[in-house]
């Protein structure tokens, strides 16, 4: 059983940068990222294939946003830059056993979630 465990959210100003990690435990799968901010549905952020070699990103945060991996250490990371108010929500990551997918109802085992607020 995939087991994982995100850290690394806070209060940040908008414009500044973050590092969400996830540690994983179970296996190495694909991985994502999603977030859901307050009275919204939970959306896609971004995927990495199970070796890296494949990335996909939601169109709102690509070119600002950078997901990678680290297998030898089973963590996953998402760099963000020039944070914006509207990133505001908690940060899921989460595990894709049978793909690279970018849906949510296809992501097997979640994270329990950071919290992220970015002011304005």
């Known amino acids: 059983q995939v087991q994982l465990v995100e850290s690394g959210g806070g209060l940040v100003q908008a414009g500044a940068s973050l590092r969400l990690s996830c540690a994983a435990s179970?296996?190495?799968?694909?991985m994502g990222w999603f977030r859901q901010a307050p009275g919204k549905e939970r959306e896609f952020v971004a995927v990495i294939s199970s070796r890296g070699s494949i990335t996909r990103y939601a169109d709102s945060v690509k070119g600002r946003f950078t997901i990678w991996r680290d297998n030898a250490k089973n963590t996953l990371y998402l760099q963000m830059n020039n944070l914006k108010p509207e990133d505001t929500a908690v940060y899921y990551c989460?595990?894709?056993?049978?793909?690279?997918?970018?849906?949510?109802?296809?992501?097997?085992?979640w994270g329990q979630g950071t919290q992220v607020t970015v002011s304005s």
């Open positions: 179970g296996g190495t799968f694909s």
């Open positions: 989460a595990a894709d056993t049978r793909g690279t997918r970018t849906l949510e109802v296809e992501y097997d085992s």
